[in-house]
């Protein structure tokens, strides 16, 4: 006669035939767990071990889907990088502008052989200038402006905040400022920081440098339109 129940492992008392906690009879054949059933402890772990690997799996793959649909919405974010800055060269050092506003310089600039041309030294010089592309045989008239980004890029652009109207910025800090609406962009992309017209900075165009010249072709100017 065993000492123990070798069904569910209860102490069995001396003599005893059946297990007074789950009936197994102790003796002969009825004291082997039958094919197929376990013992109590068996059963609870048995039991704890299938609900563990469930729960892993699906933990897994929810954590799976989070960061698929976290790259996703990344994607989908609009670039802060403005393509036309971004492959504008590099004509000084890296510079800091003052919190006290950097007015815009008037400078004069010169149109031939289908060229806007700028004087280099001019920008590096003053950092922040403006002038006007005149075509007077269509009444054209485009203000324009060149500065110095913050990492020594050369920034050409319309120089208009388009809802307000405005043709005069400046520059503060690391913030380009419209003087009318007081909208402002970052200097490096011209990327909207606050105020109403954030959508509308000064339509950045494309410019190359030749020795001391500054070079933007007239018909990029000529074609220019606004875009409200």
């Known amino acids: 006669m065993a000492n123990f129940c070798t069904q569910c492992g209860k102490s069995a008392q001396p003599g005893s035939t059946y297990c007074i906690q789950c009936g197994n009879k102790l003796t002969g054949e009825g004291s082997r767990p039958k094919a197929g059933l376990q013992t109590k402890r068996d059963r609870v772990l048995g039991k704890t071990r299938s609900n563990k690997k469930p729960k892993l799996i699906f933990l897994a793959a929810l954590g799976v889907l989070l960061v698929y649909s976290l790259l996703n919405f990344m994607g989908s974010l609009p670039s802060s990088a403005n393509p036309i800055i971004e492959e504008q060269p590099t004509i000084s050092s890296a510079l800091q502008y003052p919190n006290s506003p950097t007015q815009m310089a008037p400078i004069d600039v010169r149109v031939e052989d289908g060229k806007i041309i700028i004087p280099l030294d001019e920008v590096q010089s003053r950092k922040f200038v403006a002038f006007d592309y005149q075509k007077l045989i269509q009444g054209i008239q485009v ?5 110095i980004s913050e990492e020594g890029k050369l920034v050409t652009a319309v120089s208009m905040c388009e809802p307000c109207n405005s ?18 962009w970052e200097v490096g992309n011209l990327s909207g920081v606050s105020g109403s017209c954030q959508k509308y900075p000064p339509d950045a165009i494309p410019s190359v440098v030749s020795g001391n010249e500054i070079i933007i072709d007239e018909s990029i100017v000529a074609a220019w339109q606004p875009r409200i």
Do not use: D, E, M, W
Request: glycine share 8%.
């Open 167 to 184: 043709k005069r910025f400046h520059i503060r800090g690391s913030n380009l400022v419209c003087n009318s609406c007081g909208t402002t």
């Open 143 to 147: 203000p324009l402006l060149a500065y």
